[in-house]
């Protein structure tokens, strides 16, 4: 066939050049550079991408101008007069060269996937789905490069002129940089961004895109689908201006009807693109709207008084002790990291709101009415669709007869039928929260054994927004999801009933200043609370589909055919638990043991990432280190560190599987742990590395009276705990920073055994402003002077100190001036 | 075969290059006369379908220019006066890329074809010399052979002789006269001798129009006993340039010998001598400029 001759032609022609080695070689530096640099203990997949973000957006520029140099090659060799006149089949020879042109750039662009490739095997990595995903990702970036290429092409067509290499770089350089060189790109959110950005190089290259879920969504394939039909279109432009050139119209219909198709499917990909897309941000602008309106109508100041006045009341008859009211300002909503280090304002903690205390107030009154056993039957439906059956039984050990009491229960469900001791029972949701309010036939009286039947059912598809400085920065992610493939119900998203008012979600509002926007932003992220909740059994009994895995804390009892034909029903029970998680999909259950501690995770399968035997065994080792080194520091094995825990990594639906996203996405769920659920403790790599000032702290404690650590700053923490003083936790920003460095290197010279080897910061330490830091340098002194003992000694000092008056602000003069102190009384033979 | 053009233009923006072009061309060699300028090259052009015409008609064949442009490709052979070639790739790669242009799809058949048409231009043993590094010579000879290739019925060669050695020319004009026994073919040419021996049939263009077109004898019957030779010093020579046409003037011992078109005899001594090509060619010209 003459395609393929001309197509072997056009090749040695590319091929028999000068410049084409040098790209070559400029591309396999690159690619030795890459393979010279790997360090996959990373998500091997993140890891490609991240290191190919550079490659890609160097291929996708220089590479597609060898396809403006084919287009204009007769045109520079004299050759287009004579090539006009020979009688070949237009069509042919510029399919031929359109193939030639694009076939190195699909080489390169395919490189990223081999490199992946080869780092599965390497390692011995079995292929699995995530494996064949993660390919079928980097093979996509064939897409864009096929674009550009013809896009280069189409301008070297156009353009007979020597210019044509510098208007396609120009075009080139351009495009591949629109979505971050636009004056407005920082205005518009990801799912904006994405329609000026071909490639998605940079999008990919980013971890917000990832957790935000693009990748792994169809619109993203969709958006392949869109560029690979603009693609398709201009290489058909192409023949069309050629054949139209040499006054050869043979056939054209097929390539005006062809366009049109494809015409077609760009309007059908972009418009389900932006279904999809659109769909996310309705569902986390619905629950915005939904939770703001709550916190802004509950907060006026006319509330505020109210509430004042009740709490004094309440005081004041002795309904309410003063431990009560600690224990109300003690509960802190469960923050997720939703800032970066430089958003202060996304990190401090928020004061409780008036309406969440006045509705704990209310709240008290139901504190000792608990369900003791769970009896859920939950059946998937099509399009996320939930329907439960949940019996429970509950007893009222309040010393009131109630009339009514409240549940806690997401607000997207629609009750179809509750009776209350066989007897059907009025309901009422509370306005804009996720409480219903029950109205039994009879009074409870107290003591009275009660029987609760609920039918309810819901879509669970829940999406939340997490706003950023900028909004090309901001988040979405998944809070519960159910479909035929993917379950992720965790206990704290409130998909059964427990007795109680408090928020199972709360909005956190704040403004993020900028001089970029002239007006301030408003934020309003949607923060799910871990609140503490009583003990109870759980029978649960699932009908899904036959291939859906299941993964519970809860034990598999049985596993039977439904009556349906390909539905499964998977029976399951828990005893004694603080809640229930329910996970399904292409999940795994790994366990790995680092010293004395063993760490048994629920990972992904769905996701590309490392194996994950390799992320428990990374886990195991950061909860074994982080249990030893705070043995080093109290001298004593913290009993808060159990032997075993369980955890599920990475069943936050979109997320990259590794400690950074773990504490940023809050995916372990502590209810997944069993019985001893709320004793987890998360330990990122923070525990060891320092603060970053991006984890949140926070601590909880809970009706049990263990203390949950959610983050990896644990030490801190676990000292503010000690000491009981809150104030620790969020103020003092400095002083933590440089705390947790000289705590850090305490550690390492303590670990590796050196004594004075040097100092202990370097002499260009600097504060976070960019001051030079005398404490550092005076700790380097006193480390000289007295030894590794004197600086752990200045650890204790600083930590007793937080929240007295040597050390109330947030002041590097007051920590200077205490390491004088202990300096001074050193020198004079103090201690 | 047979090419009409009849009322031929062809307008580039404003620009008439070519103006109501009427030629018919037979099996034989056609020669097209014309100074720098003219048209020809243009004329070629649209002839080998490289660029459209304006308006007119053009039969070749049976196939019609604007209707029948892939058949026309078909029976052509052209070598355009600036031409490039793949500098990368063999004498023999090349000449078998363009015979796959050309529709010789048969493998054996395309073989023989590029080495019997190496043969002919005396390329053989350079066939697996990448092109870039032949001689301008070479390079003709291959743009030459690529013309040939696929047995055109009607070849057109646009200055074809541009840049040959004496013995190449000779051995080119051969070969077209050779070819010009069965086929039409198109010789565009400035060069007066390239057509003197083997175009029965020829034209002179210039400023985009025919200004003549016939046979050679025509053309010499035209300038039949206005032919003289003269002996003539500087200042007799500026002269004669203001009375008569002077188509050469050669230094000969202290004065010039000059060859001038004249009706009567234009100066005393004047010897009347034969007519040739050139003398016609600057005959017509001369009539083509004054009217």
């Not at chain 1, 080869?118 to 980097?138: H, Q, T």
């Not at chain 1, 674009?147 to 044509?164: E, N, P, Q």
């Not at chain 1, 936790?729 to 705590?743: D, G, K, P, S």
């Amino acid at each position: 066939m003459n395609l393929i001759r001309y197509y072997k032609t056009e090749c040695k022609l590319l091929l028999r050049g000068p410049g084409l080695y040098l790209m070559l070689a400029t591309m396999a530096g690159i690619l030795y550079l890459m393979l010279q640099t790997i360090d996959a203990k990373l998500d091997r997949a993140v890891y490609v991408m991240d290191i190919s973000e550079v490659y890609w957006n160097v291929a996708i520029i220089i590479l597609p101008l060898l396809a403006t140099a084919i287009a204009r090659r007769d045109e520079e060799w004299k050759t287009a007069s004579m090539m006009a006149t020979f009688p070949y089949r237009t069509w042919e020879m510029e399919a031929a060269r359109l193939l030639c042109a694009v076939t190195l750039p699909l080489s390169a662009a395919l490189v990223p996937m081999g490199a992946y490739a080869w780092l599965v095997v390497k390692d011995g990595i079995s292929w699995g789905m995530r494996e064949w995903y993660a390919c079928a990702v980097f093979a996509s970036f064939a897409i864009p490069m096929l674009f550009a290429t013809v896009l280069a092409y189409l301008v070297g067509i156009l353009i007979r002129k020597r210019y044509s290499y510098l208007i396609s770089f120009v075009l080139l350089l351009v495009l591949a940089n629109s979505p971050k060189i636009l004056p407005i790109s920082h205005a518009l959110s990801p799912h904006k961004r994405v329609w000026l950005d071909y490639s998605l190089v940079s999008h990919i290259g980013n971890a917000y895109s990832r957790m935000w879920g693009f990748i792994y969504d169809p619109a993203f394939w969709l958006h392949r689908g869109m560029v690979a039909a603009i693609a398709v279109g201009m290489a058909l432009a192409v023949l069309l201006v050629v054949c139209w050139r040499r006054r050869e119209r043979v056939r054209a219909w097929v390539a005006y009807s062809s366009m049109l198709v494809l015409g077609v499917t760009l309007i059908w990909a972009g418009s389900a693109m932006y279904g999809h897309l659109q769909e996310r941000v309705d569902i986390a602008d619905a629950n915005e709207r939904f939770y703001s309106e709550r916190l802004t109508s509950a907060n006026g100041p006319t509330q505020q008084r109210e509430l004042e006045q009740l709490l004094v009341a309440g005081i004041a008859a002795g309904k309410y002790t003063e431990a009560d009211i600690e224990e109300m300002s003690r509960i802190t909503l469960n923050k997720k990291a939703i800032g970066f280090s430089y958003n202060p304002n996304g990190l401090t903690s928020k004061p409780l709101s008036v309406s969440h205390i006045k509705d704990l107030l209310v709240g008290m009154k139901f504190q000792d009415l608990h369900i003791t056993s769970y009896k859920l039957e939950l059946e998937l439906l099509s399009r996320h669709g939930l329907e439960i059956q949940a019996t429970m039984q509950a007893s009222n050990g309040q010393a009131e007869t109630l009339g009514r009491f409240p549940i806690m229960l997401r607000h997207i469900f629609d009750v179809q039928e509750l009776k209350v001791n066989g007897a059907a029972a009025a309901y009422e949701w509370e306005e804009a929260t996720d409480v219903l309010w029950i109205t039994p036939a009879a009074d409870v009286i107290p003591g009275e054994h009660l029987e609760i039947e609920m039918t309810y059912s819901g879509t669970i598809n829940d999406w939340r927004h997490y706003y950023s400085f900028y909004p090309s920065r901001d988040r979405w992610e998944q809070a519960a999801i159910v479909e035929n493939n993917r379950l992720f119900l965790p206990a704290f998203y409130g998909w059964y009933p427990v007795i109680g008012n408090s928020r199972l979600s709360e909005s956190d509002t704040h403004k993020y200043e900028l001089d970029a926007f002239k007006e301030r932003r408003q934020a309003a992220d949607i923060l799910d609370t871990h609140l503490p909740r009583p003990m109870a059994d759980f029978e649960v009994a699932f009908t899904g589909p036959s291939g859906l895995k299941l993964f519970s804390n809860a034990s598999l009892i049985a596993s039977e055919q439904a009556e349906e034909k390909e539905a499964t029903i998977t029976r399951l029970e828990l005893h004694e638990a603080s809640g229930l998680t329910l996970f399904g999909g292409d999940l795994q259950f790994v366990e790995a043991t680092a010293g004395d501690k063993t760490v048994r995770l629920l990972t992904s399968g769905q996701l590309p990432a490392r194996s994950v035997e390799e992320a428990a065994q990374l886990t195991a080792e950061q909860y074994a280190e982080a249990a030893r080194t705070l043995k080093m520091l109290d001298g004593k094995t913290a009993t808060s560190f159990p032997k075993t825990i369980t955890m599920a990594l990475a069943d936050y639906p979109y997320s990259r599987l590794n400690e950074f996203n773990s504490i940023e996405t809050d995916m372990v769920d502590p209810v997944a742990a069993g019985p001893e659920a709320r004793d987890i403790h998360y330990l990122s790599k923070y525990s060891k590395n320092g603060y970053y000032g991006a984890s949140g702290a926070e601590i909880e404690q809970g009706k049990n009276g263990k203390t949950q650590l959610t983050t990896g700053q644990y030490w801190l923490d676990y000292s503010a705990k000690r000491r009981e003083s809150s104030y620790a936790r969020v103020a003092n920003f400095n002083a933590q920073y440089i705390l947790n460095n000289i705590f850090q290197v305490y550690i390492e010279r303590k670990v590796a055994g050196e004594e004075l080897l040097g100092p202990l910061f370097k002499p260009d330490s600097y504060f976070l402003d960019g001051t030079p830091s005398q404490v550092y340098d005076l700790m380097n002194t006193i480390y000289s002077q007295y030894g590794i003992e004197s600086v752990y000694d200045v650890i204790k000092l600083v930590y007793d100190s937080i929240g007295k008056d040597q050390l109330n602000e947030d002041s590097d003069e007051q920590m200077e001036e205490l390491l004088r102190g202990y300096l001074q009384r050193k020198t004079e033979g103090g201690k | 075969m047979q090419v009409v053009i009849q009322q031929l233009c062809k307008k580039y923006g404003s620009k008439q290059v070519l103006n109501g072009i009427n030629l018919t061309l037979s099996t034989g060699m056609f020669g097209l006369l014309g100074p720098n300028g003219a048209g020809k090259s243009t004329l070629m052009q649209v002839l080998a379908t490289a660029i459209p015409k304006t308006s007119g008609e053009v039969q070749i064949g049976h196939c019609k220019l604007g209707r029948d442009e892939r058949e026309i490709r078909g029976l052509l052979g052209y070598l355009p006066q600036e031409f490039g070639v793949y500098r990368k790739l063999t004498g023999a790669e090349y000449l078998d890329y363009v015979a796959s242009m050309k529709g010789i799809t048969n493998g054996k058949a395309r073989r023989e074809a590029v080495a019997d048409m190496l043969r002919k231009v005396n390329l053989e043993e350079k066939r697996h010399v990448r092109i870039g590094k032949y001689s301008g010579g070479m390079r003709q000879r291959i743009g030459i052979a690529q013309a040939l290739l696929g047995d055109p019925q009607f070849i057109i060669v646009d200055e074809p002789t541009a840049g040959l050695d004496p013995e190449e020319r000779m051995r080119f004009r051969d070969m077209l006269a050779e070819l010009g026994k069965d086929r039409t073919v198109l010789l565009s040419t400035h060069v007066v001798a390239d057509i003197d021996n083997n175009c029965q049939s020829m034209a002179i263009m210039s400023g985009g129009r025919i200004v003549f077109h016939g046979t050679q004898e025509q053309l010499l019957q035209r300038v039949q006993g206005q032919v003289w030779t003269v002996q003539v010093g500087d200042e007799k020579l500026a002269e004669l340039k203001e009375t008569a046409v002077i188509v050469t003037a050669r230094r000969s011992g202290a004065g010039y010998e000059a060859r001038v078109l004249a009706s009567s005899v234009p100066l005393p001594g004047a010897v009347q001598t034969t007519a040739g090509l050139e003398d016609g060619y600057i005959a017509v010209m001369r009539a083509g400029n004054s009217q």
